[in-house]
């Protein structure tokens, strides 16, 4: 429970209350000095000592390990600002190497100083951040490209494409990754939270949509793989139009999913539940069609069927965040 104080007035009306005095004394507060008062939407009143004072960044400190690589993906989600690697050794070029690798799959992370016993990686991006919803459409946008080429790329034996489609997943990451970031740091920030329009609650239902979205992007790489696995074997005319048909009515279903989370409209949410008898129905199609092929060919095809069958289903998980 915090700590209640009585709301007192003046002879000429004015309002006002004490301030703790542990906490005046901690933020170095004294007669005179000026403190920076906020309402938030819901009535709240924040009260902010440090407001005219420039934010230091967060440092964290790692030790070179077997885990390393997690380690330096938590601390740039948890929102640390620079990250140290250091040894009481020299750090060996395996260690430098996943390092880099690391580095290179964060947006905004880069190594800003080494030496033979230390890396020190720095986030570049400061704030005002983007807005959650813009970068959760654009993560959006390229797992829907990510969609569409992946099938373009296994009925068309398309190895280059599908090559391009794994690459892509990369950047698709960064994406996932940044906004995570951006959310915890939301959710630490009250004022931040004011200013971008977003509730703790709403930045939940956010972080679940990019998880369904970074799924979508790994069955596309999924698909992707089954193409160059395929290694040039030609589809079937039947097949190629059955598999068009299935990952246009996935691609529709993704899309209106996102619209529906952002708009938060149930009646385009339902639509996305609705188009299962019809999906489930190619599905089968194609299933029944793949009998026709030969024994090398028809496990890939299941594979891809069931790979499109997943981007559905997180389609329909992230509609039913509308609800």
């Known amino acids: 429970m915090g700590d209640l104080r009585k709301v007192q007035q003046t002879p000429t009306g004015t309002f006002f ?7 005046a004394q901690k933020n170095g507060l004294k007669k005179g000095s000026l403190v920076n008062l906020e309402v938030s939407a819901d009535g709240k009143l924040f009260v902010d000592s440090k407001y005219a004072v420039e934010p230091q960044p967060r ?6 390990g077997p885990f390393l690589g997690r380690e330096i993906v938590g601390r740039y989600l948890l929102g640390y600002d620079i990250i140290l690697i250091e040894s009481k050794d020299r750090i060996d070029s395996n260690v430098r190497t996943l390092v880099k690798s690391t580095a290179n799959s ?12 230390m890396i ?6 400061q704030q005002p951040f983007t807005s959650p919803g813009k970068i959760l459409q654009r993560n959006h946008a390229s797992a829907s490209r990510m969609i569409r080429d992946a099938v373009n790329s296994f009925i068309a034996c398309d190895i280059e494409l599908a090559k391009n489609v794994i690459e892509r997943d990369v950047e698709n990451n960064k994406f996932y990754f940044l906004l995570v970031r951006i959310l915890r740091t939301i959710i630490q920030n009250p004022r931040l939270s004011e200013k971008l329009g977003i509730s703790p609650i709403e930045c939940l239902d956010f972080r679940l949509a990019a998880s369904l979205i970074e799924g979508i992007g790994d069955a596309c790489v ?12 030609k589809l079937s005319e039947e097949m190629c139009k059955l598999l068009i048909e299935l990952q246009s009515e996935c691609y529709d279903a993704n899309e209106q999913a996102l619209k529906s989370f952002l708009s938060k409209d149930i009646s ?3 639509n996305v539940r609705k188009q299962r008898g019809k999906i489930e129905a190619t599905c089968s199609n194609i299933e029944c069609a793949a009998k026709e092929s030969s024994v090398d060919l028809m496990p ?18 992230m509609a039913d965040l509308v609800v």
């Open 222 to 233: 999924q698909v992707a793989s089954n193409t160059i696995t395929l290694n040039n074997v």
């Open 300 to 317: 890939q095809i299941l594979a891809v069927v069931s790979f499109l069958r997943q981007i559905y289903e997180r389609s329909v998980d």
């Open 120 to 125: 020190s990686l720095q986030c570049l991006m």
């Open 106 to 117: 964060l947006a905004g992370l880069m190594i800003v100083e080494e030496t033979t016993s």
């Open 59 to 64: 440092v964290a400190s790692l030790n070179v």
């Open 17 to 23: 209350i004490c301030v703790p005095r542990a906490w």
């Open 268 to 270: 385009l949410a339902e």
